[in-house]
């Protein structure tokens, strides 16, 4: 099983810019299907984007699409978000996830997935 470390969240102006990264453990990162989601406070987590084990799916949420793009680099196990043109409401707690699937779904429910990073705080200012 893998470990999860999320970093690259901080303070930013509205429209701007940031890449949140996670380090994965091990050498089996390639076995996952990946994820981010964020959550508000007194909000559900919420689904962000997720991309399958090669990296040749990805799928994002409405709400991030053409700002946000999910990415992975196997070789580095290392998981990827750039979000761009950043509002208020991206304000959240960030997490990754990870979820052992060697198919081409992208997985989108929280309940998917087994494996969860400790978060990072993305709080965007207006």
């Known amino acids: 099983q893998v470990n999860l470390v999320e970093s690259g969240g901080g303070l930013v102006q509205a429209g701007g810019s940031l890449r949140l990264s996670c380090a994965a453990s091990g050498r089996t990162f390639s076995r996952y299907a990946m994820g981010w989601f964020r959550q508000a ?24 699409k053409g700002r946000f793009t999910i990415s992975r680099d196997n070789a580095k196990y290392t998981l990827y978000l750039q979000m761009n043109s950043l509002k208020p409401e991206d304000t959240a707690v960030y997490y990754c996830a990870a979820r052992m699937a060697n198919d081409i779904n992208v997985y989108k429910s929280p309940t998917d997935y087994d494996v969860w990073g400790q978060g990072t705080q993305v709080t965007v200012s207006s």
């Open 41 to 64: 406070p007194g909000n559900e987590r919420e689904f962000v984007a997720g991309i399958n084990w090669s990296g040749g799916r990805t799928y994002h949420a409405d709400s991030v």
